[in-house]
């Protein structure tokens, strides 16, 4: 078993393209996706909402020009639970360019 699989929080990879290149085993919990169903698979805009998404784009604006980001959100589930979240996206800097990035 991977130690990320282990934790409860979501950890995941979305490269430039915001595609998902990897995701922990508590996305399932979370979204109810395995992380098969995800990498390499899914895209960022598939997996938000549009209202979030739409929350989304100034932050990954900024992320894309290498600043870290932070912010604060309610997020409901595909089950329909209401969660409160605190992520920080940390871009991936390589060659100076941002690569991807990883929520946490």
Known sequence: M?????????????DKDLICRYANMAYEEWFGLRPEQMVNKITLQELITPENLKLDEALLKNLFTGHQQEFKRQLITPAGESRHILVTLIPNIIAGEVAGFTPI
């Open 2 to 14: 991977q130690v990320t699989n282990a934790v409860p929080c979501l950890l995941s990879y979305w």
